[in-house]
Structures are given as structure tokens and as C-alpha cells.
């Protein structure tokens, strides 16, 4: 050991360290969240909920399955839709029971949805600095511990490759692209692992 380093360098203490680095970026994004929601009159909630909504509006969404995404109650998701509705920035629509359960943006959620994007414009310029190889296996190491996270139910919903019965882990030699789809029934780049993918179903189900 040079005189340079720690007890806590090392192999050993590596899992340690990289828990500690995500954590240092999630405080930093939960602080960035509430300042870009701040500006734009919303809570960090009601932000998540339009930049979903925005994402993939062809996704038939209700309360339930955003309170699940969030990770909150149903209850506290309904009064961030309700604020919402009040904004006149979300509607709902009725869904195959009759009950107005599908939320959609109206034409002014869709303009603040455009001005929030990107939201997390730092970290995106921070990850971009990175060589495109390096952020491949990031991708791919992240959406494993997200797919372990899950299976521990502290990850609670996720659309990610890792999670989904479509998916074949390393089912191919190419170092760049290991991974199958049996849907799509082609191999996965690691660049192209999806975090948020329509085709999406649960590998549990
Ligand atoms: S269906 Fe989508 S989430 Fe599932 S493995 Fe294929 S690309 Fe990934």
C-alpha cells in the first residue's frame, strides 16, 4: 500500500465506494429536481409526472401505475395529478370501466413538458464526456443492479431490458452486443439497452 492510499482502497472496499458515488448522485439530482420544478411552478412530483407523460404519450398511464413507477402512495400521487389538473396542465380521460382514470397532457403540459427537457441537462453533459464504450458498459452494469434492486424490492417498477422476459443475458459473444431481444428477435447492443422501452413485460409475469 503507497503512503497515498486509505484502508478503505482497494478491491475490497470498492462496492462501498461505488454505493457511495451513486448516492452522492442522487442527492445532487434530487437537489437539481427541485430546483428545475421550483422554476417552473411544480413540485419534484408533479415534474416527474409530466416529463413521463411527455416521454411516451402513446402509454395508456393512470394513477395507480405512476404510483408504482414513483415508488409513492396512490393517495399521494393522486393529489400531485389533482394540482396538476388544477394547473390545467394534465387531463383525464375515461378508461375501459367508464371512469376517468388515463391521464394525458393538455397543450400546456406539453409546452412545460418542452421547457423542462432537458431537465437534467448537467448530467447528461457530464456522462457525455465519457468515451461511448465506457458509457455502453455503465449502461449495462447500472440496469443489472437496477434488475438485483427489484428482485429486493427496493426497486418497485421498471421498464429496463434487465427486467423483462423478452430478454436473454449474454446470449451472444460480441462484447459490444451480448445480450438477445427475443421480441424484436435481434441482439442488444449495449448501447442500445432501453431503460423505458413500449414493448416492455414484466420477466415475472
Ligand atoms: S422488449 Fe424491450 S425491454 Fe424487453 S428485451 Fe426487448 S428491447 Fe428490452
Given at each position: 500500500m503507497t503512503e497515498h492510499m486509505t484502508e478503505t482502497s482497494g478491491p475490497a472496499d470498492l462496492d462501498r465506494r461505488l454505493a457511495d458515488a451513486l448516492e452522492r448522485i442522487g442527492h445532487?439530482?434530487?437537489?437539481?429536481?427541485?430546483?428545475?420544478?421550483?422554476e417552473h411552478g411544480l413540485s419534484p412530483l408533479q415534474q416527474q409526472t409530466v416529463l413521463a407523460l411527455s416521454r411516451q404519450p402513446t402509454v395508456r398511464r393512470e394513477v395507480s401505475a405512476l404510483a408504482a413507477e414513483f415508488d409513492v402512495t396512490t393517495p399521494t400521487m393522486s393529489d400531485a395529478v389533482s394540482a396538476l389538473e388544477r394547473k390545467q396542465l394534465v387531463t383525464r380521460s375515461?378508461?375501459?370501466?367508464?371512469?376517468?382514470?388515463?391521464?394525458?397532457?393538455?397543450?400546456?403540459?406539453?409546452?412545460?413538458?418542452?421547457?423542462?427537457?432537458?431537465?437534467d441537462g448537467p448530467l447528461l453533459d457530464a456522462l457525455a464526456g465519457l468515451p461511448v464504450e465506457h458509457r455502453a458498459v455503465t449502461l449495462d452494469?447500472?440496469?443489472?443492479?437496477?434488475?438485483?434492486?427489484?428482485?429486493?424490492?427496493?426497486?418497485?417498477?421498471?421498464?429496463?431490458?434487465?427486467?423483462?422476459?423478452?430478454?436473454?443475458?449474454?446470449?451472444?459473444?460480441d462484447p459490444a452486443a451480448p445480450h438477445h431481444c427475443h421480441l424484436l428477435r435481434t441482439p442488444l447492443p449495449l448501447t442500445d439497452l432501453r431503460t423505458d422501452c413500449p414493448e416492455h413485460q414484466p420477466a415475472t409475469a
Open positions: 445532487g439530482m434530487r437537489s437539481l429536481t427541485q430546483r428545475t420544478a421550483r375515461p378508461g375501459a370501466d367508464g371512469r376517468r382514470r388515463l391521464l394525458t397532457l393538455t397543450d400546456s403540459g406539453e409546452e412545460v413538458a418542452r421547457r423542462l427537457t432537458p431537465w452494469s447500472l440496469l443489472h443492479v437496477i434488475a438485483e434492486l427489484q428482485r429486493r424490492h427496493v426497486v418497485s417498477v421498471s421498464r429496463t431490458c434487465t427486467t423483462c422476459r423478452f430478454f436473454g443475458a449474454h446470449a451472444h459473444a
